[in-house]
């Protein structure tokens, strides 16, 4: 479950980021491995922040691992910091939006997804998603 604030008992494991990048109205979901936690959903180009990383820096770095788009951290578009909560562990998670003037080039990690696709927002809420990612739309896209 996703919050605007910490909740009661929150205590984070990690820090995650995550992007919506956007182009012509639709944003890319990146289909997961089925050996990957939460195997065979969709989910925007996201990870974990390492040690010593900024949460743009962390971004910029899982955007060109995933799609191989190369995106420096000043052109990203901070969004927002949520509070997620799950029943195992908590984090914070960093949301990021950026729209290219040109259609990417994608090119998938094999080893963490399958396929991709470009959707708009509205229809990607029908999709089977990662946990709490129709939230994250639903908070940034208010389709």
Not at 44 to 67: F, H, Q, V
Not at 112 to 136: R, V, Y
């Amino acid at each position: 479950m996703i919050h605007q604030t910490p909740p009661d008992k929150f205590s984070p494991k990690f820090e995650g980021v995550g992007c919506f990048l956007e182009h012509g109205g639709k944003i890319i979901l990146l289909r997961r491995q089925n050996h990957k936690p939460e195997g065979n959903t969709w989910g925007i180009p996201s990870g974990k922040k390492e040690k010593g990383e900024t949460a743009a820096d962390a971004m910029a770095r899982e955007l060109n691992e995933e799609t191989g788009y190369s995106a420096k951290p000043g052109e990203l578009n901070y969004f927002k910091k949520i509070f997620v909560k799950f029943p195992d562990y908590d984090f914070v998670y960093h949301i990021f939006h950026l729209q290219p003037d040109a259609l990417p080039e994608v090119k998938i990690n094999p080893g963490e997804h399958k396929s991709f696709i470009w959707t708009n927002p509205a229809s990607a809420l029908k999709m089977n998603l990662i946990g709490d990612l129709d939230n994250c739309i639903k908070l940034f896209y208010n389709p």
